[in-house]
């Protein structure tokens, strides 16, 4: 029974401090097979390909349809989203490795801990609540209405950030993901009003100034958000704040 | 809050750009003279004598010593932050954020030794003026010769495409298209800048 089989090499570690190790695995082919569902029967049967039953390997994923950005891992070489990465399209023996640009927790699992921290930093929400009537929601600007929305799709995966070589331990770039959040939040009408407090933080340390324009961001995208035009907007619009923060004091 | 990196990063890409970008311009413009045979490029080099001592000097301190000393400190900080991975993601523009740190590398000691040897040493403590023949004597090493081209093309290709990332950092060009357009300009002036290097640096051998 000659049943074609699909070679994964998987990059394991056991526990965050613990060094990395290589292991491969191989999967019964079927059509339309992608690298979660591979994932899902290693786990089934953990054995590698010396027949040595092993721990399953660990990941994460919630959606299977590239909606949560849960399952992003690299992926020969690049980050992408595990579950839309068909063993069809991509080349073999296929190359997993966890996106190291986060700390890693256990084999393929990371901590995106620090993005939400990001967000936190740039203020990445709209006041609602204070010491005024909470009224019905604001409409939305209908010639920014597009690009809110494309912004919003957002899944935080991490894809732009383990592609950018400005993000990572040797430096304090909080990363395009988060930074473009700013805009999406400054374009909202009531998230508008605290523009100039997102610019300001943008413009701290690790903040926009930290981005080297290599635009990997926009390439790796899984959701096609125009990472480097909104960017370059961000860029503009500190300017502005720089000005105003200078001369209107 | 003083923004004081977002101040500092500024400094440091108009600074690039407009300061040491004309020191570019300066040294290819001054150098090309050597085309048209030695009589020009001494003529040139006479020019600048011209200027009194004082302002020279000031201009030398003040429009390249320091932008540049700051330029490729603050420089060497940047290219720090950066884990280059241009072989996982071999875009263009990646590819050519490499490069912009590779050239600085190599700028950072080509700079040393160009500066340290001409003007420091041969012109300030020698006392020797920079002349057509002094050049010629000194490009009989073809190694020299190899590593001043190479130097040119790095601080070429290095403001070239800085001019490309000069216009995002400041917004100028936002959607792809326009900063398209400047990479695509801006590449074609390296390379004719590059051409003219390539000439005059060919006159000394000939």
Known sequence: MAEKKVRFVIERQDSPESQPYTQEFDVDYRPGLNVVAALMEIQKNPVTVDGKKVAPVVWECNCLEKVCGACMMVINGRARQACCALVDEIEQPIHLAPARTFPVIRDLLIDRTRMFEALKKIQGWVELDGSWDVKDAPIQNPYTAQTAYEISHCMTCGCCLEACPNVGPQSDFIGPAPTV????????????????????????????????????????????????????????????QALKNIFNN | ???????????????????????????????????????????????????????????????????????????????????????????????????????????????????????????????????????????????????????????????????????????????????????????GLCAILCLITLTFMGSYLI
């Open chain 2, 1 to 187: 809050m003083f923004h004081t990196t977002f101040y500092i990063r500024r400094l440091h890409s108009i600074c690039g750009l407009a300061v040491l970008g004309m020191v570019l311009f300066e040294h290819i413009f001054t150098n090309s003279m050597a085309i048209f045979g030695p009589a020009a490029l001494n003529g040139a080099l006479e020019m600048m004598e011209l200027i009194p001592k004082p302002i020279f000097l000031g201009l030398e301190l003040g429009g390249i010593a320091i932008p540049l000393l700051f330029h490729a400190i603050y420089g060497v900080y940047i290219a720090l932050q950066a884990n280059n991975n241009a072989s996982n993601y071999g875009y263009c523009r990646n590819r050519n954020f490499t490069l912009q740190r590779w050239t600085a590398w190599y700028l950072v000691i080509f700079l040393i030794w160009h500066v340290g040897y001409l003007r420091l040493y041969t012109k300030g403590i020698t006392g020797t003026p920079i002349s057509y023949e002094l050049l010629q004597n000194y490009f009989q090493n073809p190694v020299v010769v190899v590593l001043y081209v190479l130097g040119m093309f790095a601080a070429i290709f290095h403001f070239c495409n800085g001019i490309t990332t000069f216009c995002m950092t400041w917004g100028i060009t936002k959607g792809p298209r326009s900063q398209n357009v400047v990479s695509v300009l801006s590449m």
């Open chain 1, 181 to 240: 959040q700013a805009y999406l939040f400054n374009l909202h009408p009531l998230g508008k009003f605290d523009k100039p407090k997102r610019l300001n933080a943008l413009m701290e340390k690790g903040g926009i100034t930290s981005c080297g324009n290599s635009q990997n961001c926009v390439e790796v995208c899984p959701k096609f958000i125009k990472l480097t035009t909104y960017l370059a907007q961000l860029n503009r619009d500190v300017n502005i």
